[in-house]
């Protein structure tokens, strides 16, 4: 690494707001290309309000590690988003490149908040829409 680069660091509510969204899910930068030295490497915080979901997406070629730092989650997956895997803060997740997912807030109160790391970069690819009717167990906050 050259001599010339130095650590940065992002203070709370100056994170990069530019980042690839999708739906009700709030993507924040701390770490990325886009406002630090870094070239391989996105970490940043998501969101979903109360009984919200993102929109059906993947992230490309960039492989993708979560954290569930707060709250309760729910990853839909496989054909017409049928299957799926739960978790609750403390859990951690890797999601293969090219994976199409829907991410949701299981709680109707409860923000649900992830760290999450990509390599290379926050690749999102939307996808089309799907009702929430197919999506076991999923419910909108009233």
């Known amino acids: 690494?050259?001599?010339?680069?130095?650590?940065?660091?992002?203070?709370?509510?100056?994170e990069d707001t530019g980042t690839g969204q999708s739906g009700g899910c709030v993507r924040v930068?701390?770490?990325?290309?886009q406002h630090t030295p870094a070239t391989k490497i996105w970490f940043g915080k998501v969101s979903n309000?109360?009984?919200?979901?993102?929109?059906?997406?993947?992230?490309?070629e960039a492989e993708t590690g979560g954290y569930v730092l707060h709250?309760?989650?729910?990853?839909?997956?496989g054909e017409n988003y049928q299957e799926f895997l739960d978790?609750?803060?403390?859990?951690?997740?890797?999601?293969?490149?090219?994976?199409?997912?829907?991410?949701?807030?299981?709680?109707t109160t409860d923000d649900l908040i992830w760290l999450t790391t990509r390599?290379?970069?926050?690749?999102v690819v939307n996808l089309p829409d799907v009702d929430d009717a197919t999506l076991t167990g999923f419910r909108r906050a009233l």
């Open 1 to 14: 690494m050259s001599e010339t680069v130095r650590p940065v660091i992002t203070r709370k509510g100056q």
């Open 29 to 33: 930068s701390g770490v990325s290309p």
């Open 49 to 60: 309000e109360p009984g919200y979901r993102s929109l059906p997406h993947h992230h490309g």
């Open 71 to 77: 709250g309760k989650a729910r990853i839909y997956f």
């Open 87 to 107: 978790m609750e803060e403390g859990d951690f997740i890797f999601v293969p490149p090219n994976w199409p997912h829907v991410e949701v807030n299981m709680s």
């Open 119 to 123: 390599t290379p970069d926050n690749i």
